[in-house]
């Protein structure tokens, strides 16, 4: 069974830093896709960045493009969001996601089917 724990949300200033982690169990890290999505009040789920296991290869969005860095200990079996130079507009629950077969690297929430519970991060002075 597959699952992903996010973890390392919490409440920072902007300009700040976080470092969010997804643990994923029931799969090999080594394969398949893992993304990052966001969702804040009323908006819609929106696709962060991508790490295609396969490929070794990285996809972000453009909002976070320069900030946000994604990265993986295949050890651990973790999935890391590195994120700089936080704003306001970075205000969101963050999800982890992945769907087995999915090489990636995808920003499309509808090609992925497993998903964490999500963990908030609130940029505020």
């Known amino acids: 069974q597959v699952q992903l724990v996010e973890s390392g949300g919490g409440l920072v200033q902007p300009g700040g830093t976080l470092r969010l982690s997804c643990v994923v169990s029931?799969?090999?890290?080594?394969?398949?896709?893992i993304g990052w999505f966001r969702q804040a009040p009323g908006k819609e789920r929106e696709g962060v960045s991508c790490?295609?296991?396969?490929?070794?290869?990285?996809v972000y969005a453009d909002s976070v493009q320069g900030r946000f860095t994604v990265s993986r200990d295949v050890m651990k079996n973790t999935v890391y969001l590195q994120m700089n130079s936080l704003k306001p507009e970075d205000t969101a629950v963050y999800y982890c996601?992945?769907?087995?077969?999915?090489?990636?690297?995808?920003?499309?929430?509808?090609?992925?089917?497993?998903w964490g519970q999500g963990t908030q991060v609130t940029v505020s002075s």
């Open positions: 790490l295609s296991n396969a490929h070794g290869s990285t």
């Open positions: 996601a992945t769907s087995l077969g999915l090489v990636g690297p995808t920003l499309n929430p509808l090609e992925y089917d497993s």
């Open positions: 029931g799969f090999t890290l080594n394969y398949w896709a």
